[in-house]
């Protein structure tokens, strides 16, 4: 009897061989998975970015609280092109004159209470 050399291979017998169609390719969910991810962090940072209070509406706190310095300080970043330039100009007049006035420098006091607006909750206060 003849034998003929066994030239196939058991599949599976051998641990060193995988069938590269039986595992899920990972490389391609990788980069979705990360994009993902990194669409969500930018959606939050602005988020957070454009919700925050703006430098008007931290001064208008610190003035409320009578911290005159920190108000100054937010007063004066607000941008000459945003909506709240006019009033955030007015309270610092009138911080300015309120110190002014709290030094005896009463001229000085003067010319700044006679810049707020009168729109602003201030000016009644500012005129006494």
């Not at 706190?61 to 607000?78: G, S």
Request: proline share 5%; net charge negative; hydrophobic share 30%.
């Amino acid at each position: 009897m003849e034998t003929k050399p066994n030239n196939q291979h058991n599949a599976g017998n051998d641990p060193s061989e995988i069938d590269n169609n039986t595992i899920p390719d990972r490389n391609k969910s990788l980069p979705l998975i990360l994009g993902g991810l990194g669409a969500l962090l930018i959606a939050v940072i602005l988020y957070f970015a454009l919700s925050g209070e703006s430098n008007y509406e931290k001064g208008v706190k610190y003035l409320k609280q009578k911290q005159y310095t920190e108000a100054l300080v937010d007063f004066q970043k607000v941008d000459p092109g945003d909506k709240d330039f006019r009033m955030a100009q007015s309270k610092i007049n009138y911080i300015n004159g309120l110190k002014s006035y709290n030094d005896n420098m009463y001229p000085q006091a003067k010319t700044y209470l006679t810049k707020v607006d009168p729109a602003d909750e201030y000016y009644r206060e500012s005129q006494l």
